[in-house]
């Protein structure tokens, strides 16, 4: 692989897992507290208000940085480069599978509620989804170390 090609993908890989880290320790951080300490029905009406982006955005982003990874830990020599964007490549990849299989199906059942006529038996799913979201931003930072460590040592 030319010089300039990895570079090009180097750039791409740090600003995708960049951003996929940035995004998720932001909702950490700014946003999960914010919609924990609303009313339940406030907390449905601010969730479908702020999903409506998320989804086709984060999945493509998170998805084509995988495989920016995976190009580069096929690509680059060393071992420790290979280890290094496959490692990203895997936390990424683990990112998709919680948000997946997780986090999005709560978002769904979420946005079907009517925030003004919330049922009497309804189960609160904020626990779990931060508990799932500090999973999958854990994964989303070990990436981003990963993608760096081996940027700079290639």
């Not at 496959?86 to 978002?107: E, K």
Request: net charge neutral; aromatic share 6%; hydrophobic share 55%.
């Amino acid at each position: 692989m030319t010089a300039t090609v990895a570079d090009l993908l180097s750039v791409l890989a740090l600003m995708g897992s960049g951003t996929v880290a940035g995004v998720l320790f932001a909702v950490a951080l700014s946003t999960l507290p914010a919609l924990i300490a609303m009313p339940p029905g406030r907390y449905v009406y601010a969730q479908k208000m702020l999903g409506r982006n998320w989804d086709p955005t984060m999945p493509v982003l998170v998805l084509s940085s995988t495989l920016i990874e995976i190009v580069l830990a096929v690509l680059m020599p060393g071992t420790a480069a290979v280890l290094l964007f496959g490692g990203a490549a895997v936390s990424l990849l683990g990112v998709s599978v919680v948000s997946h299989w997780c986090n999005v199906p709560i978002n769904r059942q979420t946005r079907e509620l009517d925030p003004d006529r919330m049922p009497d038996d309804w189960h609160d799913p904020r626990p779990l989804w931060r508990r799932w979201h500090f999973l999958r931003t854990a994964l989303a930072m070990l990436a981003l170390a990963c993608t760096a460590v081996a940027v700079t040592i290639a």
